[in-house]
């Protein structure tokens, strides 16, 4: 009841539901922690911290036993899919005694530190944690790699990456994640050897790496071969948005601007399955001259996967045409600093809209060295 009146906006409610459930059963832990955390938000902090320690007392204050409760509930939230309940346990537990938590389920730290968004530091460091102790190996080093490559550290991430291809190479998200880092170093050969094998396999992942596929062609200059590959993913699977939003984009590379607008009119822009293309329209925008309307589309955060750069380095182009250049070097130097190996690609896929963006580029990559 407590998660269903949060998720309607009744947070007083909520708070009652949470307490109702803490005061009937107080060892179920999730319930303690989303108590505790909508009453810090309430700005009520000496209710919260009496909260969380009374429900924590129940192993008589041995952190041990308490940490393996907690990731054994985090266990049992997972499988009920509630993601952000198990990732509160698993972090909590790791906060009480982080070698009891690690050793007690470590596969389980490991899969759901693959769950934490933009904290990549900390999702490395609960596979560190749980290293020692970690069964599927192939997960653990999977896991390191992807959250190694978006802390910009591709050597390290390679390595990871290609241990786990070594130990599973019917396991198909390291190959995909190899597409990327052999993507980002224009190795087009390799990247698309490591995207046609999962294109092939029936893995989820399939679609996204024949839209990446494409993605790849398309930085190779391969205009045709580009559309043929979004045109593959779209006969397969017709309901896959991305398919035309990145078809759109090889359009907007060929210079067709009526069939890239086409292709990204709509709510495709603002559907949350692919509002984070919305950065292909604010290069269509920029295309059009109009910068202002750019805006709207390059948030200046991080972007998808695919382009994690984009949002940043679109926003500086459209600010300098607006004439703020200091905000625009700004965020050039965000995407040198935290996106370094994505620059050179996203500059590729910008084409001439970013040649612009070069003497700000050179002052951030001198300003690194």
């Known amino acids: 009841m407590g998660v269903a009146l949060e998720a309607a ?13 803490v005061a009937v059963a107080p060892g179920r832990y999730a319930s303690v922690l989303r108590l505790n955390r909508l009453l810090r938000d309430a700005g009520d902090p000496e209710r919260a911290r009496s909260v969380l320690a009374h429900g924590m007392s129940a192993h008589g204050g041995d952190p041990d036993a308490l940490a393996r409760a907690l990731v054994e509930e985090a266990e049992a939230a997972r499988d009920d899919g509630m993601t952000d309940d198990a990732l509160a346990l698993v972090a909590h537990a790791l906060a009480v005694c982080p070698r009891a938590a690690a050793a007690h389920l470590p596969d389980l730290v490991v899969e759901l530190a693959g769950q934490i968004r933009d904290r990549h530091e900390e999702a490395l460091r609960w596979c560190d944690l749980a290293a020692p102790h970690a069964q599927d190996r192939y997960g653990l080093h999977h896991q390191r790699g992807f959250s190694l ?8 991430a390679r390595r990871e990456l290609a241990a786990s291809v070594v130990l599973a190479p019917d396991r198909m998200p390291s190959w995909y994640v190899l597409g990327q880092y052999h993507r980002l170093r224009f190795e087009t050969g390799a990247a698309l050897a490591a995207y046609r094998r999962v294109w092939e396999s029936g ?5 996204w790496a024949g839209l990446m596929i ?3 062609l398309l ?9 043929a590959a979004c045109d593959a993913v779209r006969l397969r699977n017709p309901d896959m948005g991305w398919a035309r939003m990145i078809g759109g984009l090889v359009q907007l590379h060929a210079g067709d601007l ?3 607008a086409r292709a990204f009119d709509g709510d495709r822009p603002n559907d949350p399955d692919t509002a984070k293309g919305r950065v292909f329209r604010g290069m269509l925008r920029l295309a059009w001259n109009r910068p202002q309307e750019a805006l709207e589309d390059f948030d200046g955060g991080r972007g998808d996967f695919a382009c994690l750069a984009l949002p940043r380095l679109g926003r500086a182009r459209a600010l300098l045409e607006l004439g703020d250049a200091e905000e625009a070097r700004r965020l050039v130097g965000a ?3 935290d996106e370094g190996q994505w620059v050179a690609a996203t500059l590729r896929l910008l084409g001439p809209l970013g040649q612009a963006l070069g003497p700000l580029l050179a002052a951030g990559l001198g300003g690194r060295n």
């Open 219 to 227: 930085s190779d200059g391969r205009l045709h071969e580009a559309m």
């Open 258 to 260: 009526d069939a890239a």
């Open 214 to 216: 494409a993605q790849t």
């Open 203 to 207: 893995h989820d992942l399939r679609w």
């Open 335 to 337: 995407a040198v600093r």
């Open 149 to 156: 490559l978006l802390l910009n550290r591709p050597a390290d």
């Open 9 to 21: 906006g009744d947070r007083d409610a909520a708070v009652m539901a949470f307490e109702r459930a």
